[in-house]
């Protein structure tokens, strides 16, 4: 475990942004580019779940990558902080300003554009602004698939994603953010750009630095634009909802699964049977889609580029063999579109279901896939005999190992004695996830919600290796300051 005491520090604090530099940031961007609306305001100085409230000196939302350099050319003389900000559905709390008030809150939300498809070349170059679903559609239009799917794609912005390394549904076949991108522009903490848009597969010329920025959560600076992989769209798409003889199935499912289809399996979502009824009681639209009382189910796609690309027989031979050796005891296949998207509703509604079930406490973990079954029975074991009657909300990424493993309260306790419990009970699964080599934080990054998990798990090498990166790209620690490290 690391300790504070031995991990450099930054040499600079960031000051409040005096009235002239905000005079001349105003400048920067024009009318259009600023506010200080109250009610803007509190679309961008609150975090989603309500754990951070932030204020800050100013609001802007620069138009150009130009214009981005400009005000952060500002800050950086007057050592003023920045907070980069996309969608704001951040889960973490990265894109919040703190509670001070002397941050400079910079929304890319106007660069919203989409330069250049290449779908001959398999490349879209986009602005950090542009809404994930924009661009999900405008690959469509293009006969392409830009893969990242996830909850919140209707208002998360493509530079939010890339600066989390996002994850979601398609990370099994296509990868996080981290491997979509193929180049980034990115405004540097002393407002210069580099352009680092290329589209290239091939690329051997040193160290590859867009990878310093992926999932740096706006720490070391601000992508503006990026170019990302497009894929084949998918014409051949067979979805089913299974029932499981036990965890250990899913695992040999999954495995099963991908020697099946040739490696074409597109997503496979764990499902327990707590989630499942939560979603039934409170989500419009989501129904039991098997009789019978099961404990674990998955959701999972075959899908190939194709029309008629074989799918469908073989996902009946397939569940058929799964059927004969015992891991699957009952199953739907979606028939039509319409079934498909309300297999899907279910997945989305047990995210949505847990608002109605009292207090939660939530963790975004990920163990070897192979270990998923191993790490569940040992954390919902060691929460029962920590808080008796604790409800575990198991569901999520299995097919890449990630799992939103969350507890929900007591259906005797009150949501305030058992929110009280959050550090002992995040401190244990933890710990479990650490025994097996697993991640405190699978895809949704740390922000300010994780830093002191950070320390507790990362070694002190992997800090001081950060805190240097930091250091040298941000020497006055002016950008996201509080984030990560």
């Known amino acids: 475990m690391a300790s504070n005491d031995i991990l450099p520090r930054l040499?600079?604090?960031?000051?409040?942004?005096?009235?002239?530099?905000?005079?001349?940031?105003?400048?920067?961007?024009?009318?259009?580019?600023?506010?200080?609306?109250?009610?803007?305001?509190?679309?961008?100085?609150?975090?989603?779940?309500?754990?951070?409230?932030?204020?800050?000196?100013?609001?802007?939302?620069?138009?150009?990558?130009?214009?981005?350099?400009?005000?952060?050319?500002?800050c950086h003389e007057g050592k003023i902080a920045i907070v980069p900000q996309g969608g704001n559905t951040s889960l973490v709390g990265a894109g919040v300003p703190h509670g001070h008030g002397g941050e400079?809150?910079?929304?890319?939300?106007?660069?919203n554009q989409i330069r250049d498809i290449d779908p001959l070349n398999y490349t879209v170059t986009v602005e950090a602004g542009c809404i994930l679903a924009?661009?999900?559609?405008?690959?469509?239009?293009?006969?392409?698939?830009?893969?990242?799917?996830?909850?919140?794609?209707?208002?998360?912005?493509?530079?939010?994603?890339?600066?989390?390394?996002?994850?979601?549904?398609?990370?099994?076949?296509?990868?996080?953010?981290?491997?979509?991108?193929?180049?980034?522009?990115?405004?540097?903490?002393?407002?210069?750009?580099?352009?680092?848009?290329?589209?290239?597969?091939?690329?051997n010329t040193g160290y590859d630095l867009k990878q310093l920025f992926i999932g740096g959560e706006g720490t070391l600076g601000i992508i503006t634009a990026a170019v990302c992989k497009l894929f084949p769209a998918p014409k051949d798409v067979q979805t089913a909802f299974v029932a499981l003889r036990d965890l250990?199935?899913?695992?040999?499912?999954?495995?099963?699964?991908?020697?099946?289809?040739?490696?074409?399996?597109?997503?496979?979502?764990?499902?327990?049977?707590?989630?499942?009824?939560?979603?039934?009681?409170?989500?419009?639209?989501?129904?039991?889609?098997?009789?019978?009382?099961?404990?674990?189910?998955?959701?999972?796609?075959?899908s190939d580029a194709r029309v008629g690309g074989g799918m469908q027989e073989a996902l009946e031979k397939f569940l058929e063999s799964a059927f004969e050796n015992g891991q699957v005891l009952d199953a739907v296949i979606a028939q039509s579109e319409a079934q498909r998207n309300?297999?899907?509703?279910?997945?989305?509604?047990?995210?949505?279901?847990?608002?109605f079930e009292g207090a939660s406490i939530k963790h975004d973990i990920s163990v070897p896939?192979?270990?998923?079954?191993?790490?569940?029975?040992?954390?919902?074991?060691?929460?029962?005999?920590?808080?008796?009657?604790v409800r575990p909300v198991v569901f999520g990424h299995c097919g890449d190992g990630n799992l939103h493993y969350n507890y929900h309260q007591p259906q005797n306790a009150t949501s305030e004695s058992f929110v009280a419990r959050w550090s002992e009970v995040k401190k244990m699964v933890h710990d479990i996830v650490d025994d097996m080599n697993g991640s405190f934080s699978a895809e949704h990054g740390v922000g300010q919600l994780k830093k002191k998990d950070m320390i507790r798990y990362k070694s002190p090498l992997e800090l001081d290796l950060m805190r240097r990166f930091k250091q040298a790209i941000d020497p006055d620690g002016i950008m996201n300051p509080g984030k990560i490290l």
């Open 11 to 74: 040499s600079m604090q960031p000051l409040p942004p005096g009235a002239e530099a905000i005079a001349r940031i105003k400048a920067i961007v024009g009318d259009k580019g600023w506010s200080n609306d109250p009610a803007i305001l509190e679309m961008h100085i609150n975090d989603e779940r309500g754990l951070y409230f932030g204020k800050c000196a100013l609001f802007v939302r620069p138009a150009t990558a130009d214009e981005v350099a400009a005000v952060v050319k500002v």
């Open 134 to 203: 924009n661009l999900q559609n405008a690959a469509a239009s293009e006969d392409r698939l830009f893969p990242l799917s996830l909850g919140a794609e209707g208002s998360c912005q493509i530079g939010g994603n890339i600066s989390t390394n996002a994850g979601g549904v398609n990370v099994l076949r296509y990868g996080n953010a981290r491997e979509l991108v193929l180049g980034l522009e990115v405004v540097l903490p002393d407002g210069q750009i580099w352009d680092g848009l290329k589209r290239l597969r091939k690329d």
């Open 369 to 389: 896939v192979s270990r998923i079954p191993e790490f569940i029975r040992r954390a919902n074991t060691a929460a029962e005999a920590l808080i008796p009657g």
């Open 104 to 111: 400079v809150l910079l929304s890319l939300s106007r660069m």
């Open 248 to 302: 250990d199935a899913a695992i040999e499912l999954l495995a099963d699964a991908r020697a099946a289809s040739g490696d074409r399996v597109t997503s496979f979502e764990l499902i327990c049977r707590t989630p499942l009824d939560f979603a039934v009681r409170h989500i419009e639209g989501v129904t039991y889609p098997i009789e019978g009382d099961y404990a674990e189910y998955a959701l999972f796609e075959f």
């Open 342 to 355: 309300d297999l899907w509703r279910i997945r989305e509604g047990v995210v949505l279901a847990q608002a």
